[in-house]
């Protein structure tokens, strides 16, 4: 699957404008931290901390819930979902199709981060499934999302990426347009798509990749920002801008260790505020 990505329509330029973005950001995280939504979370188990406690930082709500007996009922409660396949197991699966069938029924955003796709065929299998129930967002690192776009050249370790978020732009274009969810690629660059649009912002900062589950705690952000009515692609915008700048001024916290980082990051997060993200994004071509 290859798309240009040169064919891409030029984004409105008030959406590609740092102040239009900016402003932007600061009206989602006001509404955010006043909604304080409900984020139902089936994600795995190395990330159930750092995901909750990302969320309580930002504004929102966390439940790790992931009985089979107990998901459909939850979701149908709740601001958004995000469903995370890290930690696979068949009966996961089966609570993950269900919840996101019972998300997609009533209309409740759902994320879907399709950690390590392509290593296995269980995963891949999942993620067919997963991507039938139409997730509003997938957020994934440069390697998961070409697995998952079906294009070639994937060259990930394990649930690390081995590609850049560059190499994967044309495969989340056409993701996006196949599958009528806005992608996300995360990396160095972090872009965001919804096939016709596409933005591309470059903070964050490299010990975010020394820190585990830094990805996964991103795509429950995108699902918190995506509660309530939202154009899914600027929600999503959104929520990479404010935590990659949470993430570049943590590095500046921190003493350059991953342990610091991580609690100077999730510190960063709570008192952020629209301004500094203003202040701070980095939008580049
Ligand atoms: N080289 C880099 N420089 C700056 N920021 C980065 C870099 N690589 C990743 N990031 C940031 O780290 C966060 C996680 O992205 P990453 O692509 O590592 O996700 P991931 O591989 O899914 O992580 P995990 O599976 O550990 O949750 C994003 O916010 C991204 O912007
Ligand atoms: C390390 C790891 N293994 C499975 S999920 C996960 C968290 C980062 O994706
Ligand atoms: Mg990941």
Known sequence: MTTDPTSIPAIPAAA???AAIGADVGRRLAALRLARPLV???TNYVAMD????????????PAMVHAIEEVEEFVAFSGALVINIGTLSAPWIDAMVAAAAAARRKGIPWVLDPVGAGATTLRDRAVARLMAEKPTVVRGNA???LAVAGAAGAAAKGVDSGNSSDEARAAAVALARASGAVVVVTGAVDVITDGTRLVALADGDPLMTRVTATGCALSAVVAAFLAGPSDAF?????AVAVYGVAGRLAAFDADGGPATFRTAFVDRLARIGAEEVAFAVTVVP
């Open 143 to 145: 390697s998961e999302i």
């Open 40 to 42: 139902h979370n089936i």
């Open 50 to 61: 750092l995901s909750a406690n990302v969320l309580l930082a930002i504004g929102a709500s």
């Open 16 to 18: 590609s404008d740092v």
């Open 234 to 238: 600027a929600a999503a915008v959104a």
